[in-house]
C-alpha cells in the first residue's frame, strides 16, 4: 500500500494502515480481505480506507475467522482474487 505499484493489482490482507507508513488511500482496483472478527487490526480501519480511498464497497471482501486468515474462506478468496 505504501509501495509504487505502478500498474500491479494489489490485494490487501488485514491492512494496519493507521500504524504503518503514511499512505492513508488506495488506488481503484485495490481489494482488501479482513475478517470482522480480527483481533490485532480493527475491521472498521478497512471501512475507513474504502471512505478514504472512494473505492467502491466490494473492494472489501469480509472473511475468516481472525486476523490469521488462515482458515479455508479467506484463503480460498485470497486465490480468487489472483485469479484470471
Known amino acids: ?13 488485514c491492512p494496519a494502515w493507521k500504524k504503518w ?5 488506495v488506488k481503484h482496483g ?5 475478517s470482522r472478527a480480527d ?20 473492494s472489501l471482501i469480509k472473511v475468516g475467522r481472525d486476523h490469521r486468515l488462515t482458515d479455508p474462506e479467506p484463503l480460498a478468496a485470497l486465490l480468487r482474487a489472483f485469479g484470471p
Not at 3 to 9: C, F, Q, V, Y
Not at 30 to 34: E, G
Request: aromatic share 2%; net charge negative; glycine share 4%.
Open 30 to 34: 485495490t481489494l482488501i480481505l479482513h
Open 39 to 58: 483481533d490485532v487490526v480493527p475491521f472498521e480501519d478497512s471501512v475507513k480506507l474504502l471512505v478514504n480511498s472512494g473505492v467502491p464497497e466490494s
Open 21 to 25: 507508513g503514511e499512505a492513508k488511500t
Open 1 to 13: 500500500m505504501n509501495l509504487d505499484s505502478e500498474d500491479a493489482r494489489l490485494v490487501l490482507v
